[in-house]
């Protein structure tokens, strides 16, 4: 994943540290793992970021779009592996505040991992919940 002109956006710029420090903490088979972080070939030339995440095929939303045919195990197995990954993360005291299709992530075995922590908070971080909403319906 390239994060391009990271440091221009201070908003931007605290997302991608936030995303970074909570995912190297993480370890579970539901959550997207960091494989990587690529270095700037010169120093002075750092702008954008390269975060190398483990491989997935696809998203739950390209699923959805393509209409192909979900039989209800794959439904099941899906539900039960977002809800696996939700409890690891909120055992973690973290709220992931972006949870929707195009963040979980599939592969050709159906392995479900929930990604995009950008917007996530530790919950002793705030005493209050935002009313914000990123994606609306």
């Known amino acids: 994943k390239k994060i391009a002109d990271v440091f221009d956006n201070k908003i931007d710029a605290k997302r991608t540290l ?3 420090k909570l995912l190297r903490h993480m370890d579970h ?3 997207v793992a960091i494989r990587d972080i690529i270095p700037p070939a010169q ?3 750092f702008n954008d970021v390269y975060i190398a995440y483990e491989l997935m095929d696809t998203d739950l939303h390209q699923i959805i ?3 192909q045919a979900l039989s209800e195990e794959h439904c099941q197995y899906f539900l039960y592996q977002i809800l696996r990954g939700l409890k690891y993360i909120h055992s973690a005291n973290v709220l992931h505040r972006d949870l929707k299709p ?3 992530l599939l592969n050709a075995n159906c392995d479900l991992k929930i990604c995009d922590f950008g917007l996530a908070r530790t ?3 705030t005493d209050f919940m935002t009313e914000y909403v ?3 319906w």
């Open 18 to 20: 936030r995303e970074i």
């Open 102 to 104: 195009s963040n979980l």
């Open 65 to 67: 779009r393509s209409n």
């Open 123 to 125: 919950t002793s971080e």
């Open 29 to 31: 088979e539901n959550i």
């Open 134 to 136: 990123v994606t609306r």
């Open 43 to 45: 120093r002075a030339a």
